[in-house]
């Protein structure tokens, strides 16, 4: 089936600091989705994209869908401690109406 | 707070058993989705509902079933529990059957002892 690729499984930035992850896949993808997620609660979106070579901002966050519409990018600027969870990418395909999410990369954020 | 809500939030049981979770999707939304999330196998999607009817359905055990109700809640049954059902279920609801995005509850920590 499809699967999307997050790595490293973990990163660990220092306060200030910027981070870029990105998120890949071996099939297309026309939707792109970056979630966070904090201990204990569900994922909250943080931004949708929607057509190849989109650039969205929230934020500090900035998030790219990649012009071959098999990956995207999240970057995050000048990190804060609140930046701590687990940053997960999803994407969807045709006309099929379920997300294929990644495995998540845990972001540490030292003060 | 996405508007969604799942209870209960944590549920301890016993293998073989059935338990069922609840969820109410936020307000003006059709469809709800259901996910298990365990530490080695991420987000794993099992199946969709869109205004009462099944739409889309995905790593879902036989022994687990879901339904959504006239009121738009749903809710899902895990049956003859195992060790492995173990995780946290996350149920997420969307306005249409399309909707690319999804708006994720608290979830339920299920733990089978």
């Known amino acids: 089936g499809q699967q999307l690729n997050q790595s490293p499984q973990s990163m660990f930035i220092q306060e200030g600091e910027d981070v870029s992850m990105n998120c890949t896949s071996s099939?297309?993808?026309?939707?792109w989705l970056w979630y966070k997620q904090d201990p204990g609660e569900g994922p909250v979106l943080l931004i949708a994209l929607y057509k190849a070579g989109e650039l969205t901002s929230n934020g500090r966050l900035t998030a790219q869908f990649g012009i071959t519409r098999k990956d995207s990018f999240l970057n995050i600027s000048a990190s804060i401690p609140s930046d701590v969870g687990i940053y997960f990418c999803?994407?969807?395909?045709?006309?099929?109406?379920?997300?294929?999410f990644g495995k998540g990369i845990t972001l540490s954020v030292r003060p | 707070d996405s508007g969604v809500t799942q209870t209960p939030k944590h549920l301890i049981t016993a293998t073989g058993q059935r338990v069922t979770l609840r969820c109410s999707p936020r307000?003006?939304?059709?469809?709800v989705y259901w996910y298990q999330q365990s530490l080695d196998q991420g987000l794993q999607f099992l199946i969709q509902y869109y205004n009462g009817e099944e739409r889309a359905k995905g790593n879902i055990l036989e022994r687990f079933s879901a339904q959504q109700f006239p009121d738009l809640h749903s809710e899902l049954n895990l049956s003859s529990l195992e060790l492995g059902d173990s995780a946290l279920y996350f149920c997420a609801s969307s306005v249409g059957v399309l909707s690319h995005e999804q708006y994720f509850g608290p979830g339920t920590r299920l733990t089978v002892t």
């Open positions: 099939s297309i993808f026309n939707t």
């Open positions: 999803a994407g969807r395909s045709g006309a099929n109406s379920k997300l294929t």
């Open positions: 307000s003006g939304d059709l469809s």
